[in-house]
């Protein structure tokens, strides 16, 4: 079992930042694979960008070369690092872990970001 809590959503104006993070309790951490999804008002919810145990990284199109995510096993803390932020960036952030081997996902409850002037 893994509790996740996200934080450090907001309201920021296009071009601004913002860094997510989530804290993992409840299991092992470094064994999870973690990632961030986000899912806008009418569409479906998106993978933003995911990281093995052992920091392999991938990030969807629309936001490599803007979005970092790192984690730290240590305090067992998934971030996401948000640069260049445009309106369509405006989501619920929620944060992922994926066990493995089976795959099973556990969910945090989400973070509200908009990116509006």
């Known amino acids: 079992q893994v509790q996740l809590v996200e934080s450090g959503g907001g309201l920021v104006q296009p071009g601004g930042s913002l860094r997510l993070s989530c804290a993992a309790s409840?299991?092992?951490?470094?064994?999870?694979?973690m990632g961030w999804y986000r899912q806008a008002p009418g569409k479906e919810r998106e993978l933003v960008a995911g990281i093995t145990s052992g920091g392999n990284t991938y990030y969807a199109d629309s936001v490599k070369g803007r979005f970092t995510i790192s984690r730290d096993n240590a305090k067992n803390t998934v971030y996401l690092q948000m640069h260049s932020l445009k309106p369509e960036d405006t989501a619920v952030y929620y944060c992922n872990a994926k066990r493995l081997p089976d795959g099973y996902k556990y969910w945090g409850q989400g973070t509200q970001v908009t990116v509006s002037s």
């Open positions: 409840g299991s092992i951490f470094s064994i999870y694979v």
